[in-house]
């Protein structure tokens, strides 16, 4: 059984930043392992993912630049450094894994990952 449960989210001014990390508890056959954010009114967005065969990172377009995914020492902690935030930034963040299987051209796509945590809830506002 997969469990993911995300941490560390906060409400913040324009331009602050903040690290959520993401705990998971038995996805060792998982391929990958991504961050999305829901936003009200707005579809479920990837912002990053990792695919553990070679350890490569892939980012959706919203987290260029400025949000870094990253894996802890321990390998079952997942972290979303997030730079330089912005207000159309705030929504709720998932962590999310998919099972051993895992298409590299759907990484970004929510609808591969069957496993997901509650979520973290970040607001970017002054």
């Known amino acids: 059984q997969v469990q993911l449960v995300e941490s560390g989210g906060d409400s913040v001014q324009p331009g602050g930043s903040l690290r959520l990390s993401c705990a998971a508890r038995?996805?060792?056959?998982?391929?990958?392992v991504g961050w999305f954010r829901q936003s009200p009114g707005k579809e479920r967005e990837a912002l990053a993912a990792?695919?553990?065969?070679?350890?490569?990172?892939y980012y959706g377009s919203s987290a260029s630049g400025r949000f870094t995914m990253s894996r802890g020492n321990d390998k079952n902690t997942l972290y979303l450094q997030m730079n330089s935030l912005e207000p159309e930034d705030s929504g709720m963040y998932y962590c999310?894994?998919?099972?051993?299987?895992?298409?590299?051209?759907?990484?970004?796509?929510?609808?591969?990952?069957?496993?997901w945590g509650r979520g973290t809830q970040v607001t970017v506002s002054s």
């Open positions: 990792i695919y553990f065969g070679d350890g490569s990172f």
């Open positions: 038995g996805y060792t056959y998982s391929s990958c």
């Open positions: 999310a894994a998919t099972d051993a299987w895992c298409s590299l051209a759907s990484i970004r796509s929510p609808a591969q990952y069957l496993f």
